[in-house]
């Protein structure tokens, strides 16, 4: 089956604007989180879905970032007035909840100009 | 503070001989480990796990071993082949949760 899919794949925006994330998971796949991956480091945690419900946001960095699951399958990974320190690779990755395997997508390469 | 890290930042190992990569960790409460691999523009690809009950998993020319007591893991390639040139990430988990992860190892495998 399909792999996780994340869109768009490159995303360039000004200082100060709104951008949304998608992640389209692996079907069936309960749990969803979203990392943050900086040049030349590992990705970092934001946040993980359980369902729909945020089951865990401690890695989300301030409150211009948020992420929403609202029918339990597709997340959106909204930042309001983006920076240009956001600037980053963001992956999404989905397991079947009961499994400690996530798998990752390709990632959506944010450029905040 | 790094809970997970990667002290070799690149290996280059020529075909044919063992890679091996390694891992340390600080949080005594990771029950899981993982290693992904990375090619550019691709998302990381899982290659290999291990529980904290065992010591050692093997996976055709992959194993991971685990030494709980000194807090370290290794993933050893053998034979290395040049598809092997990537970016290698050790992953840690505490109960079933978000992944932890190392800062990354730049394998290059040389023909």
């Known amino acids: 089956g399909a792999g996780v899919s994340q869109t768009p794949s490159n995303k360039v925006t000004e200082k100060g604007k709104y951008v949304e994330l998608r992640c389209d998971p692996i079907?069936?796949?309960?749990?969803l989180y979203w990392y943050r991956q900086s040049l030349g480091q590992g990705p970092e945690f934001l946040i993980y879905?359980?369902?729909?419900?945020?089951?865990?946001d401690s890695g989300l960095p301030n409150d211009r970032f948020f992420a929403v699951r609202p029918e339990g399958s597709v997340s959106t990974l909204k930042i309001q007035r983006t920076e240009r320190g956001d600037s980053a690779v963001y992956l999404c990755a989905s397991s079947t909840g009961d499994a400690n395997i996530q798998y990752f997508g390709a990632g959506t390469r944010l450029s905040v100009l | 503070d790094q809970q997970v890290k990667q002290n070799s930042p690149s290996l280059s190992v020529q075909e044919g001989r063992i890679s091996i990569l390694n891992c340390d960790y600080t949080n005594s409460m990771f029950d899981y480990f993982l290693w992904y691999k990375k090619y550019p523009a691709e998302g990381p690809t899982f290659l290999i796990s291990i529980s904290s009950i065992k010591d050692k998993n093997e996976d055709g020319r992959f194993t991971v071993f685990l030494n709980k007591s000194a807090k370290h893991l290794s993933l050893h390639i053998v034979p290395s082949q040049p598809g092997d040139s990537a970016v290698y990430f050790c992953?840690?988990?505490?109960?079933?949760?978000?992944?932890?992860f190392g800062g990354g190892t730049r394998l290059m495998v040389k023909p």
């Open positions: 992953a840690a988990m505490n109960a079933g949760n978000m992944l932890t």
């Open positions: 079907s069936g796949h309960t749990a």
């Open positions: 879905f359980q369902g729909t419900g945020a089951a865990d």
